[in-house]
């Protein structure tokens, strides 16, 4: 059995920032391993102190790397969010990063910004089913729509004497492809 003991007021002791170099991060982490095995510890007690201490530690240690990790998730999320839907950050401060809107839990598909790639498809939907189909929308209103214009030309050209049927069936034909 080993010798090492690990004190009972180890929570009250001061603490000192070390440096360890991001390269060398992980070699620390795995040394710290071998302070979890029970047989490094001359008690229970050292033990079971000594491995609440170190496995701390390792939270500390890869905290790090997950908060950056986290911290690009959430920039690609702002991106994406942004460019798709339009919603519009501002960074509050670089340190620590604070950026609003907050990302929220769930999301919606609102438009933000009719200038975002779902706004521009928005925009592009409103503006055919107004354009072809006269369907009221909130940003356009043509009047009147191809179909209609169609319609009256057809009329037109079912008024006129002689044998238009050629000319009437490819209208009709038109006609349909817009329905």
């Not at 890869?62 to 911290?71: F, I, K, P, R, Y």
């Not at 009147?144 to 069936?169: C, H, R």
Request: hydrophobic residues 45%.
């Amino acid at each position: 059995m080993a010798n090492n003991t690990f004190p009972e007021d180890w929570r009250d002791q001061p603490c000192f920032l070390v440096s360890i170099p991001r390269p060398l991060v992980p070699y620390a982490g795995g040394l710290l391993k071998l302070l979890e095995m029970r047989g490094f510890w001359a008690t229970e007690g050292d033990y079971q102190r000594g491995y609440t201490a170190v496995t701390e530690l390792e939270e500390c240690l890869m905290a790090t790397c997950l908060n950056v990790l986290l911290e690009q998730n959430d920039a690609l999320y702002r991106l994406l969010n942004t460019a798709l839907l339009g919603v519009a950050y501002t960074t509050v401060s670089e340190d620590p990063l604070v950026v609003t809107p907050a990302i929220a839990p769930h999301v919606n598909l609102d438009i933000h910004d009719q200038d975002s790639l779902m706004g521009r498809m928005d925009r592009l939907t409103q503006l055919v089913d107004n354009s072809i189909n006269g369907t009221e929308v909130p940003l356009y209103d043509y009047s009147p729509s191809v179909k209609a214009l169609l319609q009256s030309v057809i009329d037109a050209v079912t008024a006129l004497e002689g044998d238009n049927s050629d000319l009437l069936a490819e209208l009709e034909v038109i006609a349909g492809l817009l329905a």
